[in-house]
């Protein structure tokens, strides 16, 4: 019975670390590639209406000039969401006619779901596209950033 049952347990043990490990995906985990995907983009987020909006704590905001005809531009974030359950926002509004582009960064969270009361760092690239030739300011939450010509 000994010799059977070694056998049968070293052909089990190879067997078994073999195997891939099953964990399920976990679909309230943000993207890790550092975008942050639109609510059209993600199937799985609730609608933007029925989620709690909060603050996000902006460490810094800058403009960046890609090198492209006709100029694009790019606005790169860095911060902190309030908990790790928070999801980032970014409305970029068009120049108005004094040519002021208004982007408004904030995050919204499902009301009903309990969550670590930790900051949970960011760092998000919004593309701003190109404009008409002009001058124009950049305000991020009512705050200027820069100043360009286009």
């Known amino acids: 019975m000994k010799r059977i049952l070694i056998p ?5 043990l190879v067997l078994t670390a073999c195997a891939p490990a099953a964990t399920p995906p976990n679909l309230d985990q943000p993207i890790s590639s550092g975008e942050t995907p639109a609510p059209q983009d993600n199937p799985t987020a609730p609608a933007d209406s029925n989620l709690l909006r909060g603050n996000a704590y902006l460490d810094s905001a800058d403009l960046l000039t890609l090198e492209s005809y006709p100029l694009q531009f790019m606005l790169a974030l860095k911060g902190d969401l309030p908990t790790p359950c928070n999801q980032l926002r970014v409305d970029v509004s068009p120049p108005d006619a004094e040519n002021k582009i208004q982007v408004d960064v904030y995050s ?4 009903d779901r309990v969550c670590a009361q930790v900051l949970k760092s960011f760092e998000e690239n919004v593309s701003l596209g190109s404009f008409p030739s002009g001058h124009y300011t950049l305000w ?7 100043e360009f010509d286009a």
């Open 108 to 111: 919204l969270t499902r009301p």
């Open 8 to 12: 049968l347990m070293l052909v089990t």
């Open 140 to 146: 991020v939450n009512g705050e200027l950033i820069a």
